[in-house]
Nanobody, 127 residues
Framework: QVQLAESGGGLVQAGGSLRLSCAASGRTFRMYCMGWFRQAPGKERQFVASISRSGGSTDYADSVKGRFTVYRGNAKNTVELQMNSLNSEDTAVYYC????????????????????WGQGTQVTVSS
């Protein structure tokens, strides 16, 4: 069982940056692929980024490639999302998620592959 808590959201101007953090409880953090998703008002939850158990493999949605970077620190049970060059379309609630992965290099982009979710943190980009 893993419990996830996101932080770091807030209000930022277009073109600015934010760094989201997700703290995980439990001793099994290393067994999970970690992902970030977001959900804007009136829209479905959308994949943003994922990182494998080892941290050596990552995946990004096309809309954030080159602007967002995902990191994980297995020693501290954390996963972070560095977001640069933010625009109004990035406004959403951002969720951290954990998916059980047998392969240390696996990463997932489907929400259905994740079994633990945080409560979310709001990111608002003003134009």
């Amino acid at each position: 069982q893993v419990q996830l808590a996101e932080s770091g959201g807030g209000l930022v101007q277009a073109g600015g940056s934010l760094r989201l953090s997700c703290a995980a409880s439990g001793r099994t953090f290393r067994m999970y692929c970690m992902g970030w998703f977001r959900q804007a008002p009136g829209k479905e939850r959308q994949f943003v980024a994922s990182i494998s158990r080892s941290g050596g493999s990552t995946d990004y949605a096309d809309s954030v490639k080159g602007r967002f970077t995902v990191y994980r620190g297995n020693a501290k049970n954390t996963v972070e999302l560095q977001m640069n060059s933010l625009n109004s379309e990035d406004t959403a609630v951002y969720y951290c998620a954990a998916g059980s992965a047998a392969d240390i290099n696996s990463f997932y982009s489907e929400a259905s592959q994740y079994i633990h979710w945080g409560q979310g943190t709001q990111v608002t980009v003003s134009s």
